[in-house]
């Protein structure tokens, strides 16, 4: 491809509107006198709704509609949807739209007001009268597998599904190898937190029976076919926009949510637009979360620290309800991988019910807890062999000439998880020369002569990205000249307008400007499936692609004949189709009205238009396979995921006194194939160290044992502001293509955090030279930890935490001691 | 999170926003809205009534005299932060205000404001308790002063009357030979802190006549201590030591979801450390010039 565009900075089109406060959300929608939802929600982690008594709502002036389950009917008094069900998902089960005689989550929606404005909604909340039968709570891993109580009283044990996936015999391997260990690992929960939260606007117009309906959303189809099939309405009779989505980072592809349903049923049966807008606090309580897991590890290993055998059980907390399946834990288990191949490996995980916010896929998707799991195994290895963290990953690694490289477990996708491509040892390199990690001995030493306490880590990964099943575009040529390209997935942030804008520039010769991309618009794009797992710029890039190819052939074919040259003389560039080595040309927008025979003169390129004259009089104006206009459409549907791959590395700081932790240095090697647009992919990787700062040394969801969520704002809610990420980000790009899709690009959404929980805990590890097991990890709980470890304790802690205290009862297995190995 | 009906006033004279005070026992006063604002939203409080004071004249102003710092009700702590003669007369002003949260709410709050919504977390309620200053309340029947050390009742707790409304603020000037430290630890970049020290020092050459620090969010009411006994011997890690020994004594660390209390108590060692040695310094340096 001759290309100009493709692989530069261009600036971000989309930067002035959003920088200048221009950017238009759902909450900004406002389609005629609107109504405005609340929901109330449950204040109890777990019980049997005896009675609502709505009584005293409906004395409200301004109220429209209160709503509880008795009032749905038909598909709406179902359940919702288990999107993605597995054969291992047994137990799988998800919530109504409103509580249906049981809570099971703080925040479980119960009743749905209409009201004026959202303040009346909000006192109309607080007279609905709830009598509950409190149920005991099941809060966290651990209560979950003891299973005193039950979740949903038909799920024993707790247990959603059981899922176990082996490569030839892991536990023989261990048995059988010279040195063996065992490591428990924890994680906990997070979130994703987008800037925007949910919303929903919905109109009905009663004349032509369409619905219209604007939502935050990852997947505008997905919440097309949800709404028709709850309301049992016609595809055809609804629209799904998705307007400007202020972030999503997995939450938003969960669907339908309760309020995506019932503001549109709430619009169709008022009459009225209705608008649900989320609060943070809802947001906290009611929209998914992640990320905790526990861990157990066995691993054999031969002297150079080459694996022999990995043997991998984790429980995964899933929260109340299993709306989406189990991705997440299946994506931990097969991406634990990384860019390794050990010789035989075993993964077995329970997902578990708990009576706190379900789990959905949050960026990375199940990949930071396996990279935990994996690094952390690299690391204890090392330090048992005494040998240098990087050589035993390299003994380890993938070689270059190993791809297509099969792992021979299934994917996500349920397709074999075969990587297409990757250099490793490339990487590797690259890393440590970013990073200084041959040279770090002497920093320590000069740093330990100040008094001051530093360490390094280095996390690699690999990530399946671009998941079909497939991405369609559409390319449309006006005859100003302008392309106007739609393609249907959704767009939270990421640029896609410029990067898309990029593609279709250097294929059709046009100006960048004179490109512009709609989104996630089912009016304008019925099929696609949704901006998640890293897979936009993959599966709608490559359709942008193609369709843009199409509409090139068509064009070329056209000015052939209207310039009365070969195709194959001629090239479009600068907007305009020319025989090559001639000043014979036609501007792509004559070329347009020419493709249409309907050519009133309205305009300039219409007379230009004219002069030429196209196609055989002896025919009909449009040809039995032709089509009137200058489109191309087309779908990209790969066989398989690419897998993206990248390390970082990080120099921490803690403090002996305070044991405050600072970041001193992060670098990031980064390879996604071919980059379309350098400065979009390295925000990306700005943004995922961001969110993986916050997750690795700040973020958790504190519940209490009664499943009330302790810290559901802003202020306890730790994210990371800009005052506690890296000022800089050292990032160096590998480019290897991938040979799955024309581009040979890869995806780049998630990576920037996937390593982060591994990369800290090995980097404060190195520092304080203790193991580090529970992530994410406080200057508090590493305090603790560091009155565990002394060699002399010189007082009691008072309390235990969770990281550790010296009082806490253990076994030698439990996550402060949590390796032990063995050699034969 | 949008707040319980309420009526709202925004009284132009000072008389009549305490007579519409005085009115509604269910009224609250309406300065920076910082803290009571999100406690609407959040329908943790829901007044029957705000009495809005940010239309009532000269409230604003920041007076400095060689006494000390005089703060209007509605002066904003970016005001005061951004006053270089308040911060000649009172350096431990702009050192704490420094760390009050952020900008933003900064530019909003009001140092008044926060130093009766007396929350012991807060950085300007123990600057006050330590400097030894002041508030002046006024109600309908009449205005009087609350020392520092009689305005904390409680957690978020003031003794001011449900009438009254805290009008001014006064900070007593440095003296000469006195030095000031402040420094807090927090989670993040303008957090509550975790544990924060504010230290007054007075010397006589090398010798500490005068050791005084403030805690916040280690006691459930700003808290003042004395560490002037520990430090008769001079300043050195083993004296002040001591003090941080003598100042634990005093508070009452406590565990929450960001820190353990013990964790807390060890803040709040280093910090009486550094910030004792700081003001010590400081007091030199001010004897030098």
Redesign the interface.
């Known amino acids: 491809m001759t290309t100009k565009l493709f692989g530069t900075k261009v600036n971000r089109v989309e930067d002035q509107r959003f920088l200048r406060g221009r950017g238009r959300y759902v909450d900004d929608v406002l389609p005629g006198p609107t109504l405005h939802a609340a929901v109330l929600r449950s204040p109890h982690a777990h019980a049997r709704i005896r009675a609502i008594d709505v009584d005293a709502v409906l004395d409200i002036e301004g109220v429209h509609a209160v709503w509880t389950y008795d009032d749905l009917t038909g598909a709406m008094a179902e359940p919702l949807p288990l999107l993605i069900p597995h054969p291992t998902l047994t137990h799988g089960r998800t919530q109504y739209a409103l509580a249906k005689d049981e809570v099971n989550y703080v925040g479980e929606a119960i009743a749905f007001v209409v009201a004026e404005d959202?303040?009346v909604a909000?006192?109309a909340l607080?007279a609905i009268v709830v009598d509950y039968e409190f149920l005991p709570p099941v809060v966290g891993i651990a209560a979950a597998r003891a299973a005193t109580n039950l979740v949903h009283d038909d799920v024993p044990g707790n247990v959603g599904a059981r899922m176990e996936q082996e490569n030839g015999d892991a536990r023989a391997a261990i048995a059988a190898a010279p040195h063996t260990l065992t490591l428990d690992l924890d994680i906990e929960r997070s979130a994703c937190m987008p800037m925007e939260g949910r919303g929903t606007v919905a109109r009905w117009d009663p004349d032509s029976a369409r619905l219209q309906v604007w939502t935050s959303t990852q997947t505008s189809t997905g919440v097309r076919a949800a709404v028709a099939a709850k309301l049992g309405l016609d595809l055809g009779q609804v629209d799904v926009i998705t307007p400007d989505v202020g972030g999503g980072f997995g939450v938003k592809i969960n669907h339908p949510w309760p309020e995506e349903l019932l503001v549109p049923l709430a619009a169709r049966t008022l009459g009225r637009p209705v608008k649900f807008t989320e609060?943070?606090?809802e947001h906290f309580i009611s929209s998914a979360h992640e990320r905790a897991q526990v861990q157990h590890i066995e691993v054999g290993y031969d002297d150079e620290g080459r694996i022999l055998g990995l043997d991998v059980e984790f429980w995964h907390d899933h929260g109340a309800y299993t709306p989406y399946g189990l991705i997440v834990p299946i994506i931990t288990s097969t991406q634990l991988l990384g860019p390794y191949k050990p010789a035989n490996y075993r993964v077995v995980f329970e997902s578990l019910y708990t009576n706190t916010v379900m789990v959905t896929p949050y960026r990375g998707a199940g990949r930071p807890q396996g990279c935990y799991a994996m690094e952390r195994t690299m690391d204890a290895i090392a330090k048992d062999l005494g040998k240098d963290r990087t050589e035993v990953r390299a003994v380890n690694f993938i070689q270059p000439d190993e791809f297509p490289y099969e792992h021979g477990l299934v994917f996500q996708d349920g397709r074999p998880l075969t990587y297409d491509s990757g250099d490793y040892p490339a990487s590797l390199e690259k890393i440590k020369k970013l990073v200084g990690w041959d040279e770090f001995e002497q920093f320590r030493a000069e740093m330990a002569a100040e008094g001051r306490r530093v360490g390094i880590g280095l996390a690699c990964y690999v990530e399946g990205t671009g998941v079909g099943p497939y991405e369609g575009a559409h390319v449309h040529i006006e005859t100003s000249g302008k392309v106007k390209v739609a393609t249907g997935l959704t767009t939270q942030g990421q640029g896609h307008a410029t990067a898309f804008a990029q593609i279709v520039a250097d294929e059709l010769g046009v100006r960048f400007e004179d490109v512009e991309v709609v989104t996630g618009d089912t009016r304008r794009m019925p099929y696609a499936v949704g901006t998640f797992a890293s897979r936009a710029a993959v599966m709608s890039g490559s359709a942008i692609h193609l369709a843009a190819k199409r509409a090139k052939e068509k064009a070329l074919r056209i000015a052939a004949d209207a310039l009365e040259a070969s195709v194959e003389d001629l090239e479009l560039a600068e907007g305009k189709v020319t025989v090559r080595g001639t000043d014979t040309s036609i501007d792509l927008g004559t070329v347009a009205v020419l493709s249409n025979p309907l050519r009133y003169a309205f305009d300039e390129a219409s007379k230009a238009a004219t002069q030429f004259s196209v196609g055989d009089p002896g025919k009909p104006p449009v040809a039995e396979d032709d089509e009137p206009g200058l489109e191309g459409k087309d779908f990209y549907s790969p066989e398989r995921s690419t897998f993206a791959s990248g390390m970082h590395a990080v120099i921490v700081e803690t403090d002996p006194?305070?044991?405050?932790i600072r970041i001193l240095k992060y670098a990031v090697v980064h390879d996604c194939g071919h980059l379309i647009n350098p400065m979009i992919v390295e925000g990306q990787i700005h943004g995922g160290v961001a969110q993986g700062v916050g997750g690795a040394l700040?973020e958790r969801m504190?519940y209490d044992e009664s499943g009330q969520l302790?810290?559901a704002s802003f202020?306890?809610f730790?994210m990371?502001?800009a005052?506690?990420v890296p000022e800089s980000i050292d990032i160096d790009h590998l480019e290897t293509p991938s040979p799955l899709n024309p581009l040979g690009i890869k995806g780049a959404g998630e990576a920037g955090v996937i390593p982060s929980a591994a990369v800290f805990a090995a980097a404060i590890e190195d520092a304080e030279g203790f193991p580090i097991t529970a992530m994410p990890i406080?200057?508090?709980e590493l305090?603790?930890l560091r009155?565990r470890h002394a060699p002399v304790v010189e007082e009691v802690?008072?309390?235990p935490?969770r990281n550790s205290?010296v009082e806490e009862p253990r076994d030698e297995a439990s996550r402060n001691h949590p390796t032990r190995s063995t050699d034969r | 999170?949008?707040?319980?009906?309420f009526a709202y006033v925004r009284p132009g004279t000072l008389e009549e926003a305490l007579e519409a005070l005085a009115a509604d026992p269910g009224a609250k006063v309406l300065a920076g809205g910082q803290s009571l604002v999100p406690l609407l939203s959040?329908?943790l409080a829901a007044p029957s009534r705000l009495v809005d004071i940010n239309g009532l004249p000269d409230l604003d102003r920041v007076r400095t005299d060689a006494d000390g710092v005089r703060l209007g009700a509605l002066a904003r702590h970016a005001d005061v932060l951004a006053d270089a003669d308040a911060g000649r007369v009172q350096p431990l002003l702009p050192l704490a205000l420094a760390n009050v949260a952020h900008a933003t709410i900064r530019n909003r709050g009001t140092t008044v404001g926060s130093l009766v919504h007396a929350d012991a977390a807060a950085e300007m309620p123990v600057v006050l308790r330590l400097l030894g200053g002041s508030v002046d309340v006024a109600s309908v029947r009449g205005r009087r002063t609350i020392a520092a050390d009689d305005l904390f009742a409680g957690p978020l707790e003031s003794t001011l009357d449900h009438d009254e409304i805290a009008v001014e603020a006064f900070f007593p000037a440095l003296a000469a030979g006195a030095g000031v430290g402040f420094e807090e630890?927090a989670?993040?970049?303008?957090?509550?802190a975790?544990c924060g020290v504010a230290a007054l020092v007075e010397r006589d050459g090398d010798r500490v006549t005068v050791a005084r620090a403030g805690y916040l969010s280690v006691c459930d009411v700003p808290t003042v201590v004395d560490l002037t006994p520990a430090l008769d011997d001079g300043l050195d890690d083993a004296t002040l030591d001591a003090a941080a020994d003598l100042a634990l004594d005093a508070l009452e660390p406590a565990?929450d979801?960001?820190?353990?209390?013990?964790?807390r108590a060890?803040?709040a060692r280093?910090l009486t450390a550094r910030v004792l040695r700081a003001a010590y310094d400081h007091a030199g340096s001010r004897r030098a010039a």
Do not use: C, W
């Open positions: 959202r303040y909000e006192d607080s609060d943070r606090r006194l305070t044991a405050e700040y504190a302790l810290n202020m306890d730790l990371p502001y005052s506690e406080s200057p508090s305090f603790a009155k802690a008072q309390r935490s205290s | 999170m949008k707040p319980a009906p959040m329908r630890i989670r993040r970049h303008g957090d509550y975790l565990d979801i960001h820190a353990t209390a013990d964790y060890q803040l280093v």
